[in-house]
């Protein structure tokens, strides 16, 4: 090619960037129909037109052509003269994705072949498309045509390609030879995409054509400035850095290697954000192309179905967005094929014709969620169970014994796929457990969620980074283990003497006694050893250590036990990848390199879960916790308690939901500034409180080593000095508000034989520093209306706490005792509301059903609803969200909780009003 | 001038390759030189559960974490303990490093392809698939090894 090559590499990148969003600006077009965006139209005419200009000065002629035909569609559009349809939409896409091949196959374009595009471009141009009057050229015949000349032209490529290969064939199986292949279409997926070149032109009608524009993006990636002006500040802290650290060095100076390394260490850890700051990219790129696949598929398989995509701002590392394309897709497929019925179906079931799918992104608790929802017919977990009996894939005791969720789960399982025929769409019976392996490659799980007649929902967690994982180093015998923080909920640590009361066995199964609930348990030792070489229970698994070490993990699905020999530090490891001949541990999910230059083996826990089949392990406890624990549904409100003693007969609780974290500090990291106490914390300081200083208590002995519960308030962290932890507990609140009510604490319960008193942080807080609430606003200024609250709860304890709390801060609340009352209560009329705080575990009525009257009702679904939880669990919320809930809040999160009511009620009313009044 | 002292093999047929040949077991293997990234020691080896039987372990290569396969194993002969003598030697085979363990490292033997037949099909009871050739020597023979068809190996647990 003659033209500079420089010039044309722009060229291809600023087309594709002008290309990316055609295609969906082209469906914009093509739902509006005969109300023409002109404004729209305007803007894929100027991209078409600079792409026909550039192409024209570089002499790139075919794309020239071509961007001219599809520039007349366009200036007609805008001029009103044509009416978009979807044929002329449809031919109009195709050219546009024709035009994005010969840009990423600039070197050969200009001896491809535009001309059955431009054709059909002139023809919709000169009227021969439109549908005015009787048409000329019906689109089937339109379609046929294409498709005859792409078969024309595909036969004669054979030939070529034949030529291309025939060494090649000579060795490979016969599948492979492009020539065998059924279809024309088949033919161009499956030819290596490097060597037919010259079939480009047939590309554009065959549907896997994203990936010419896939490669050409992976090439480069876009940095913001800003982030590159900081990268460069960093390299110039870290040069500054590293010569103060010579010069210490040479002078022997050790006085200043204190501050050095901090300084090092900050910029490190900065260099690093930043870095995997410069990886992350939009999740839109990836979902960009959806709205085409669902119109595709729509029209292929007769289906009418909206895509809604919600959350294309969310963020997540390269290699992520490069991974999720394609199990995206298949999902997408599965619910066009399988998911959405035909809208003669929907009509039989009072649907609407069009059926919606909603796929959706939002970060949860670090990790990023994907939602792949449909309405449509959903999966029958009766057909399932049959299907895998007879498959052979579960038996009918097993079958039996699932639950609905867990027979939806079995689509997951290999050889399974939810067609009953195999269609050309989906349903080959490799589906969706190669959708769960990819996804569990990175570190991401999946689970699905049906009813049956209403839709089908797939939920994915991903992590948001691959590249730097916070990590768990254990030890297993002699070696080294990492395991993702992500995956560990807690720690548990089992003294010799209290084995035998913690851990039982059922049915084989060793399991833990933990809080109630019955844990399945795994021992490392027997998952990384070869078969056969371990022996002994427990008892002998490490004779001389003191005690044992379980790590309780999550997977997502389940959650076990596992055993390890003892627990190293936390670290940020760098996640590398094992080589080819260790693709199939099915227990490992990478390596890292640790600080001492040894490798360890990043642990992955589902593999384990899988490995060790521990799923009817898991049916196991919820059975015995079904049958154990009936009073399940007496809405006993349990509080998850972290219990701990200041001095040795003065035992005190917090409520977990509350606090941040624990950290275990040296006695001398205390620092006492102004008789206040201060923590030094990771380059900060944190406010200490000591309980003795703030309610009546006796004086903690001195200790080398403290924990410390840190929690916020005010957006400041404050850490609460706890000298010995006890125990974490789910503990049913009977509590009494009466014998050891002071400021500070809530009241006491008896925990074991030891009472307890319940201990407010926040009172705490408010206690030792006065000052932190004063720069609040009052809920409402003088003189106005105080804001009134509807509070639905039926703990006493709660209701009181919260109701309290509210006052406090001069709402008006009016309390109940369920959902019922409340109901009641609000249309007695008797009051006018501005905001509902409900509980969701009440008699009578629950809260659920309390938000789902309000909101359906016409005079007060107005009303803003915030729910309490103990524990915000996802399916909770979930449902929350479907009845209406506007908010969720952590009932003893007090900030958080007044932070939401004055967002609800706009910061309207006065807190010199106290009223009270109990229903 | 420079193209003039390069070796044409089209002139006479016979080109020159270097060998870098280790032992394992009684057997001398030769590897192609230009296949062979580095030879280190290091006694570190990080084993991996599950792993198939004919790899040992990883091992930290400065920062890349690298398989080292037994090569013992992969041609059937017994475990041995490690000796001193020990060395991995890293090969690059599809863009990967990977390090065969072999019992001790010989010569690098310079071979014209005349000086190299075919492997006999059956060489101390291993398959001749993994043999790319065979020098005789005045001492005895050198087996070529094909890396690609060595690492191809699976499921000989």
């Given at each position: ?16 960037e002008?290309?990316g ?10 739902e ?19 792409i026909?200009?550039?192409?024209g ?36 896409l195709?050219?546009?994705d ?39 050229v ?41 020539v ?10 499956e ?31 876009r ?16 040069v500054?850095?590293?010569n ?5 060095i040479?002078?022997?100076d ?9 300084r ?8 690093q ?12 790129t ?66 609407p ?14 990790k ?52 009953a ?7 080959r019976?490799?589906?969706m ?7 569990a ?11 049956i ?7 994915i ?12 180093i ?54 990384v ?13 490490a ?6 070490n379980i ?9 076990f ?38 490798v ?9 879960a ?10 196991l406890?919820?059975?015995?916790k ?11 409100d ?23 974290r ?22 900060t ?5 000591r ?9 903690a ?37 009466v ?15 030891n ?73 007695s ?5 501005d ?14 059903e309390?938000?789902?009257r309000?909101?359906?009702s ?38 958080k ?16 009003v ?6 | ?13 016979v ?16 590897v ?6 580095e ?5 570190e ?9 004919y790899?040992?372990?990883v091992?930290n ?9 037994d ?5 059937g ?18 863009g990967e490093?990977i ?8 010569d ?41 068809e060595a ?7």
């Open positions: 090619m003659s033209c500079d090559d420089d010039l044309v590499r722009e060229f291809v990148v600023e087309a594709n002008h290309l969003d055609v295609e969906n600006q082209f469906l914009i077009i093509e509006a129909g005969d109300n023409v965006d002109v404004n729209l139209v305007n803007e894929v005419f100027r991209a078409i037109h600079s026909k200009g550039a192409a000065f570089l002499g790139l002629t075919k794309v020239n052509d071509l961007a001219h035909s599809l520039e007349n569609v366009l200036n007609m559009m805008r001029n009103l003269e044509l009416k978009p349809n979807s044929q002329i939409v449809e031919v109009m195709k050219s546009a024709r035009l994005l091949g010969l840009i990423n196959d600039i070197e050969n374009s200009n001896s491809a072949d535009v001309t059955a595009f431009t054709v059909q471009l002139e023809k919709i141009a000169n009227g021969a498309f439109s549908g005015g009057g009787a048409e000329p019906s689109p089937d015949s339109v379609a046929v045509e294409a498709s005859v000349s792409v078969a024309a032209k595909v036969d004669s490529m054979d030939d070529e390609i034949e030529r291309a290969f025939a060494a090649k064939r000579a060795e490979a199986a016969q599948a492979s030879a492009p065998e292949a059924p279809e024309p279409k088949s033919v161009l997926a030819s290596p995409a490097p060597q037919v070149a010259e079939a480009a032109p047939e590309q554009a009608n065959n549907p896997k054509k994203e990936t010419a524009p896939a490669a050409a993006s992976d090439t480069s990636i940095v913001s400035v800003g982030v590159l002006d900081k990268l460069m500040n960093l390299a110039g802290e870290l500054l850095s590293r103060q650290l010579m010069q210490a040479a002078s022997k050790r006085s200043g290697l204190d501050t050095i390394a901090s090092l260490d900050q910029v490190t850890s900065e260099v954000e930043s870095i995997m700051q410069t990886r992350m990219q939009q999740i839109g990836v979902f960009g192309k959806f709205p085409r696949i669902v119109r595709d598929l729509g029209n292929k398989l007769g289906k009418q179905c909206n895509l809604e995509i919600t959350g294309k701002e969310v963020e997540v590392d390269k290699t992520i967005i490069e991974a999720i394309g394609d199990p995206l897709t298949h999902l997408i497929r599965n619910s066009m094929d399988h998911g959405i019925e035909s809208p003669a179906d929907r009509k039989k079931k009072n649907k014709e069009h059926g919606t799918m909603h796929l959706k992104a939002c970060y949860q608790a670090g990023v969620r994907l939602e792949i929802e449909d309405d449509g017919a959903g999966i029958d977990p009766k057909k399932l169970r049959e299907k895998a009996v007879s498959k052979g894939i579960i038996t009918q005791d097993r079958a039996d014994q699932m639950g609905d969720r867990e027979a939806i789960r079995l689509i997951f399982h290999p050889g399974f796929s939810m067609a025929k195999v269609t050309d769409v989906s349903g019976g490799v589906g457990d190669v959708v769960r392996t990819n996804i490659k990175l570190g991401g799980t999946v689970d699905v969620d049906s009813v007649g209403k839709g089908t929902k797939v939920i967690t991903l992590p948001l980074t691959l590249a730097i994982i916070p990590s768990l254990v030890q297993c015998q002699q070696d080294r283990f990492a395991v993702p923080q992500v995956n560990i909920v807690e720690l548990v640590r089992l003294r010799r003497e209290e084995l035998d009361k913690r851990v039982g066995r059922v049915q084989d199964a060793e399991v833990l006694r933990l809080r109630g609930k019955l844990l399945p348990l795994i021992r490392l030792n027997e998952v050893e070869a078969p056969g070489s371990v022996q002994g229970g427990l008892e002998n698994n004779p001389e250590e003191q005690a044992i790590l309780v993990v999550d997977t997502g699905q389940q959650s036990g596992l055993i390890v020999d003892s627990l190293h530090d936390s670290e940020e490891i760098v996640v590398k990848p094992l080589g080819r001949h260790l693709k199939t541990c099915p227990c490992l999910s990478g390596a890292t390199i640790l600080g001492d230059g040894h360890a083996l990043i642990l992955d826990v589902a593999g384990i899988q490995h060790e089949e521990i799923r009817c392990a898991e049916d406890s919820k059975n015995t079904k049958k154990s624990s009936p009073s399940d549904d007496e809405h006993l349990e509080q998850h308690l972290l219990l701990f003693s200041n001095h040795a007969h003065e035992h005190f609780a917090v409520t977990m939901d509350v606090i941040s624990i950290d275990r500090i040296r006695a001398e990291q205390i620092d006492s500034v102004g008789g206040q106490e201060l923590l030094q914390y990771r380059n300081t944190m406010s200490l409180l309980l003795e200083n703030c309610i009546t208590a006796k004086p002995h001195a200790k080398d080593r403290l924990y410390v519960i840190v929690f916020e308030v005010a957006g400041k962290e404050v850490g609460l000095v706890a000298p010995d932890l006890e125990d974490i507990r789910d503990i049913s609140t009977a509590i009494d508000m014998t050891f009510r002071e400021r500070g604490v809530m009241g006491s319960m008896v925990v074991g034989e009472t307890t008193r319940l201990v407010d942080l926040f009172e705490l807080a408010d206690i030792a520093h006065p000052e932190w609430r004063e720069d609040e606003k009052p809920v409402a200024e003088q003189g106005e209306q105080p804001p009134r609250v509807l509070l639905a709860e039926d703990s006493n304890f709660f209701r009181k706490q919260v109701a309290e709390m509210m006052r406090e801060k001069g709402y008006v609340v009016v309390d109940c005792e369920d959902g019922l009352l409340a109901w009641e209560t609000l249309n009329g008797q009051h006018e509301f905001v509902i705080v409900t509980d969701i575990e009440m008699p009578n009525m629950n809260g659920f309390f938000t789902d309000v909101k359906q016409k005079h007060w679904r107005h009303l803003p609803v915030i729910a309490l939880t103990s524990l915000a669990g996802s399916a909770d919320i979930q449902r929350g969200i479907e009845v209406g809930i506007d908010d969720y809040q952590i009932k003893m999160d007090r900030d909780l007044l932070n939401s009511l004055h967002n609800f009620t706009g910061g309207k009313a006065g807190n010199n106290r009223q009270l009044q109990t229903v | 001038m420079a193209m003039a002292l390069l070796e044409n093999p089209k002139e006479t047929g080109t020159e390759q270097q060998f870098a040949t280790f032992y394992v077991g009684d057997i001398l293997l030769g192609d030189i230009r296949q062979v990234q030879i280190n020691r290091q006694s080896v990080t084993p991996v559960p599950h792993a198939p039987s790899v040992r372990g091992i290569l400065r920062g890349e974490v690298t398989t080292v396969i090569l013992r194993t992969v041609l002969l017994p475990q041995a303990e490690a000796s001193r003598e020990c060395r991995n030697l890293i090969v690059n085979s599809q490093s390090g065969f363990l072999v019992d001790r490292i010989s690098i033997l310079a071979l014209r392809s005349d000086q190299i037949t075919p492997a006999p099909s059956n060489l101390n009871g291993i398959q001749s698939r993994f043999f790319s050739g065979v020098h005789v020597l005045e001492t005895g023979i050198v087996v070529l090894l094909n890396v690609e690492l191809a190996v699976q499921g000989t647990e």
